[in-house]
């Protein structure tokens, strides 16, 4: 499964960070956002308008 990050970006926006749980080894995760190029289908990312109850953008990673 994944492990999944969610935090605050601004007033009205989530941010969703998603590192598949055997990823390699992300010990801080629990505690600031994890940024990783390339990894394909492993990672992958979200941002969400509380507003208007949107996802504004999601991606995966590109292969390396």
Not at 3 to 32: E, I
């Given at each position: 499964?994944?492990?999944?990050?969610?935090?605050v970006d601004g007033p009205d926006t989530l941010q969703f960070n998603?590192?598949?749980?055997?990823?390699?080894?992300?010990?801080?995760?629990?505690?600031?956002?994890?940024?990783?190029?390339?990894?394909?289908?492993?990672?992958?990312?979200?941002?969400?308008?509380?507003?208007?109850?949107?996802?504004?953008?999601?991606?995966?990673?590109?292969?390396?």
């Amino acid at each position: 499964g994944y492990r999944v990050q969610v935090y605050v970006d601004g007033p009205d926006t989530l941010q969703f960070n998603a590192l598949l749980a055997a990823s390699g080894d992300f010990p801080s995760w629990k505690k600031k956002p994890v940024l990783v190029k390339d990894g394909g289908p492993r990672f992958w990312h979200a941002s969400y308008d509380v507003k208007t109850r949107r996802v504004t953008t999601f991606w995966i990673n590109g292969g390396a």
